[in-house]
Nanobody, 122 residues
């Protein structure tokens, strides 16, 4: 069973918006912090945003602050990433991850989804 499943990726023009979703099984969601990371071709995976179990703590990468919003619905075991004012440099595969606490380091997240492609055209 895949612990995390992302959806909502696609092709959008610069300045547009997308909303990513990540559905998790109960074991990988309850009590966990959820994070979004991304990896562009030829680049290392990088942190995008993370949210605590309660939703009261959120962190963002400087490159997306003010444009992206992370949220979660614990009743639906789902985390979201609302992406506005998209730029071509946001093009990447976006991954959802679950871990014990909010952290910007990917190694702190033991559970990962398979990713969803986001492509922003100029």
């Amino acid at each position: 069973q895949v612990p995390l499943v992302e959806s909502g990726g696609g092709l959008v023009q610069a300045g547009g918006s997308l909303r990513l979703s990540c559905a998790a099984s109960g074991r990988t969601f309850v009590g966990k912090a959820l994070g979004w990371f991304r990896q562009a071709p030829g680049k290392e995976r990088e942190f995008v945003a993370t949210i605590s179990w309660s939703g009261s703590i959120t962190y963002y990468a400087d490159s997306v602050k003010g444009r992206f919003t992370i949220s979660r619905n614990n009743a639906k075991n789902t985390v979201y990433l609302q992406m506005d004012s998209l730029k071509p440099e946001d093009t990447a595969v976006y991954y959802c991850a679950a871990g014990g606490s909010v952290d910007r380091t990917s190694e702190r997240y033991p559970y990962w989804g398979q990713g969803t492609q986001v492509t922003v055209s100029s």
